[in-house]
């Protein structure tokens, strides 16, 4: 039996994974979105499993640790665009375990044969997500399971229909402006595709030195840069340059490499992930919004706690 309806405003990775949750749980659901894939930021994602530039970490932990289960399951489904990776995150300096480590399966501490500059690494074994395959695959997972989705922008909360007895913000970078969120700003990425056929995964994850170098089945992704406070979606020619220059210090053969495109993206940066229950003009509505650089990462153990809000009532 159905417990009652929820809207679902915003079509990315937090909004599909929200709704299909809402969904296996009895909700009826309905999503409008102004854009939908490939139209999104989440469709510029890297996107690998990797708490980044998001907070608070005893949430992101938990959500990031259920996440990766999931994608785990997901990735015995080569149609989901999932599959494990071999991982190598390099460091110029001695680090601390990192707070995840037990949220990954294989992680060990390598020395020895490392790129120049690195005297530490982590090796693991983490997801990489696919995501226009990805994205694809929810929304075919989210019509199967019987939910409605409409090409829609929302300019006001408070004209909302009252059939709903949720409505489930999930709207991004786009929250600054829909809520007046003065938390919320925009960490700029900017990404290559390139042909190569490197195999496993190689990142630095530190601000100043970021590089990560993630394999996909037809294509690779070469980042990134992270620009606070930058809202240009334009790509950047010396953005490019920076970041395959930061790459090939990490692996020499992605020299040769076939750009095939440029990519840029505004993650949603805020102090904290909004996850939570409000009433706004007199209607209940949960927030799901603010993951910064780990959207993806965070997406299924944010969609349960969205679930568990709405059970509530
Ligand atoms: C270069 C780059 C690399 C990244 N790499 C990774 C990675 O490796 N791993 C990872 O976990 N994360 C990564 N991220 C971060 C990740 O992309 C974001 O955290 C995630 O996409 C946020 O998803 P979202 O669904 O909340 O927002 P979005 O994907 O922005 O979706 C918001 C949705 O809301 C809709 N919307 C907005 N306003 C309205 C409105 N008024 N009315 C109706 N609909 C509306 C939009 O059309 C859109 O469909 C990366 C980001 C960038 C830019």
């Known amino acids: 039996m159905s417990k009652g309806s929820c809207l679902v405003v915003g079509g990315g990775v937090s909004g599909l994974s929200s709704a299909i949750r809402l969904l296996e749980n009895d909700w009826e659901v309905t999503i409008w979105s102004s854009q939908?894939?490939?139209?999104?930021?989440?469709?510029v994602a890297a996107a690998l499993w990797y708490p980044f530039l998001s907070a608070p970490v005893e949430k992101t932990n938990v959500w990031g640790s259920e996440t990766y289960d999931v994608l785990k399951v997901l990735s015995r489904f080569p149609q989901t665009g999932v599959s494990m990776t071999q991982t190598y995150e390099y460091f110029r300096e001695k680090q601390p375990d990192p707070s995840w480590k037990d949220s990954v399966d294989g992680f060990e501490r390598l020395s020895g044969n490392l790129p120049e500059d690195y005297i530490e690494c982590f090796s693991f074994i983490t997801s990489v997500i696919e995501m226009p395959i990805y994205l694809q695959w929810l929304m075919d997972r989210y019509e199967e399971l019987g939910g409605d989705m409409v090409v829609k922008k929302v300019?006001?909360?408070s004209n909302i229909g009252s059939e709903y007895n949720f409505i489930i913000n999930c709207t991004g970078i786009e929250s600054k402006t829909l809520l007046d969120d003065d938390e919320v700003y925009p960490v700029r990425g900017q990404v290559i595709r390139v042909k190569t056929d490197v195999k496993e995964m190689h990142l630095d994850q530190q601000i100043p030195t970021l590089a990560y170098i993630v394999p996909r089945s037809n294509d690779m992704i070469l980042g990134g840069v992270a620009q606070t406070n930058d809202w240009s979606l334009d790509a950047r020619i010396e953005d490019?340059?920076?970041?395959?220059?930061?790459?090939?210090?990490?692996?020499?053969?992605?020299?040769?490499?076939?750009?095939?495109?440029?990519?840029?993206?505004?993650?949603?940066?805020?102090?904290?992930v909004r996850l939570e229950k409000e009433i706004l003009f007199g209607r209940p509505i949960i927030h799901n919004y603010g993951h910064g650089g780990s959207g993806v990462t965070l997406s299924w153990g944010c969609a349960d706690d969205v679930v568990e809000l709405a059970n509530e009532s």
């Open 240 to 272: 490019r340059e920076y970041i395959l220059e930061k790459c090939i210090k990490l692996i020499p053969e992605l020299k040769n490499a076939e750009i095939i495109e440029d990519m840029v993206g505004l993650r949603p940066g805020r102090s904290e």
């Open 36 to 43: 939908l894939s490939p139209n999104t930021t989440s469709d």
């Open 155 to 157: 300019q006001d909360f």
